[in-house]
């Protein structure tokens, strides 16, 4: 049975929300495309862009990212409010100048009115001034970094919430379920990265625990024999490198030594199929997401199946879903503006909506632009011949200018 951890605060008085097709409405066809130019000028094309990582260290999660928005506006059919939808996609590449050029050319030359993406927090820090300049209303794919957030001046939504905030309850739970005392962490040395173990290093602190090391790879590293050679004593061993190389680490890691827990600082760090390749010693690692195709609700269970119908295989935990659910917002904000693509209007409704999404409910701070939203613990299980994450544990984030607590 998965435990209900939450805090005891009240959210802020209910607002008016839009209505939206959910996941489980007929799916109809879309008329996206990856590139291309809508009718330029035309009132009835809505026009989005989205920024993906298509080349870069971070490539693996562009074209699940595609997927999910194109499945959206599918199930939408084309259209929103009854303004037909067109959909820019370009890459955030690997590098800052790159991210940036191809914002300019979907925001000045394109004209999108929309942004979703980029993915790399860097990248999105980067490119805020930019949006911010321009006005567009910026919808990310996954989690943000609480600094990054606060550089938008109100132009960055973040339905899944803060890196910190979805990592800050797995240090509350290694610490305060688990009585684990002591933990050695090894990140990706970028935004991301120190985001998500300095959350759960916060987390784990307010139970009781210690980090004794903290180690760092550059993004996109996949030898860490010398961070693992280096490893200290201790509890817990938590390790987060943004998919580059997680399966190869684990996999020397459990060649030289274990620790008492194996624990991930975000759930990304492994797909079901590579949980199961690296065999039973996986079993019983934890690791924090706001989303798992385990899900028993009854949104989720139309997502799964749409999933699997469409692109044959489940969603890819909160990879597949963080771009659904980010179409989703947009879709519902322009419903609730009746198509109106003025900034401003689109900025208001976002931060009104109330989404019943396949992770749960859904809905805005204000203040900050972050989502209000469940995080789960998760723990590999076997089901079958298979392994996989199991929800175990659920904390409400309630006040997601700070992290969650107990």
Not at 129 to 153: C, D, G, K, M, W
Not at 338 to 349: E, L, M, P, V
């Amino acid at each position: 049975m998965m435990h209900r951890i939450s805090k005891h605060k009240r959210l802020s008085a209910a607002i008016a929300c839009a209505t939206l097709l959910t996941a489980g409405s007929p799916m109809l066809s879309a008329c996206a495309s990856q590139q291309g130019s809508a009718q330029q000028g035309s009132p009835a094309t809505i026009r989005i862009g989205v920024l993906v990582p298509l080349t870069g260290p971070l490539a693996f999660f562009g074209p699940p990212f595609v997927d999910a928005i194109k499945l959206r506006l599918k199930e939408a059919g084309g259209k929103v409010a009854g303004h037909r939808v067109h959909l820019y996609i370009s890459d955030e590449g690997g590098d800052l100048s790159t991210a940036l050029g191809n914002a300019r050319t979907l925001v000045q030359g394109d004209h999108v009115e929309i942004m979703i993406g980029p993915l790399n927090a860097a990248f999105m820090g980067g490119l805020m001034p930019f949006y911010v300049q321009h006005r567009i209303p910026v919808i990310s794919l996954l989690n943000e970094a609480t600094a990054v957030q606060r550089s938008a001046h109100g132009w960055l939504f973040t339905p899944q919430g803060s890196l910190e905030s979805v990592s800050y309850p797995l240090g509350l739970y290694a610490s305060q379920v688990l009585h684990l005392r002591t933990a050695t962490t090894l990140g990706a040395d970028f935004t991301g990265g120190h985001s998500i173990i300095g959350g759960f290093a916060a987390g784990f602190a307010h139970g009781g625990g210690r980090v004794v090391q903290e180690q760092w790879a550059p993004l996109g590293t996949t030898d860490f024999s010398q961070y693992l050679a280096q490893l200290a004593n201790a509890d817990l061993f938590v390790d987060w490198n943004a998919g580059s190389g997680d399966q190869a680490l684990v996999e020397e890691y459990f060649g030289r030594r274990t620790l008492r827990q194996l624990a991930f600082g975000y759930g990304d760090a492994l797909s079901e199929a590579e949980v199961t390749a690296l065999g039973p010693r996986m079993i019983g690692a934890i690791a924090p997401m706001v989303y798992t195709w385990r899900l028993n609700n009854s949104a989720n269970h139309a997502f799964v199946t749409a999933y699997r119908q469409v692109y044959h295989r489940a969603p890819i935990e909160e990879i597949d879903e963080g771009a659904y659910e980010a179409m989703t917002v947009a879709l519902a904000a322009l419903a609730a503006t009746h198509g109106n693509t003025d900034s401003a209007s689109i900025r208001t409704a976002i931060l009104r909506e109330k989404l019943n999404t396949p992770a749960g409910r859904v809905t805005f701070d204000r203040s900050t632009g972050f989502g209000i939203r469940q995080v789960y613990i998760l723990k590999v299980e076997r089901f079958g011949n298979q392994l996989g994450w199991q929800p175990i544990a659920a904390y409400m984030n309630t006040d997601p200018s700070t992290p969650p607590g107990d």
